[in-house]
């Protein structure tokens, strides 16, 4: 059973021939009610406080849990980010090596086109260089032949 400032107070004791003051008696408990109303006051402060302090613990606690989840979502985030920029480099590697064998090979493509084109060019001219040379050949015989048939003619005869 718990006493209220007020059960004490109000509270009233049997008189006998040899007991106590009752003023003294009622002094006393007067004093007891107003210490035990000035204790629930603070008990009930101090309560309230409490809860105050629950209050903003669960706040803190779920401030807590919000970052631990917002951390834990960046560095899934991050993680994920990292790997797809991997992913990423990697394609564009392998897309630029292709790249570059592909233009590697056009390069030597082009080379043996151009090679085969002055080996070509190397054969015409060869093949001209000895029609030309035919041909001076027998040119220079037609006109060796020319001057052996003609009679010399002499500047009186003209």
């Known amino acids: 059973m718990s006493l209220s ?32 109303t000035e204790l629930q006051r603070e008990c009930a ?27 834990t979502t960046s560095q899934d985030t991050l993680k994920s980010t990292r790997e797809q920029i991997e992913k990423e480099r990697q394609n564009v590697l392998r897309e630029a090596n292709l790249k570059a064998e592909e233009i590697k090979m056009n390069a030597e493509r082009a080379v043996q086109d151009a090679r085969a084109d002055l080996r070509e ?26 001057e052996k048939e003609s009679p010399d003619l002499t500047d009186d005869e003209s």
Request: aromatic letters at 8%.
């Open 5 to 36: 400032p007020l059960d004490v107070s109000k509270h009233e004791f049997s008189k006998t021939m040899r007991g106590y003051d009752p003023a003294e008696v009622r002094a006393f408990l007067e004093r007891i009610a107003e210490e035990l």
């Open 45 to 71: 402060a101090l309560s309230e406080q409490a809860h105050g302090n629950d209050a903003r613990l669960k706040s803190f606690r779920d401030l807590e849990q919000g970052m631990r989840e917002a951390l």
């Open 121 to 146: 060019l190397k054969l015409h001219r060869d093949a001209y260089v000895k029609r030309l040379r035919f041909l001076l050949k027998s040119q220079t015989e037609l006109l060796e032949l020319i």
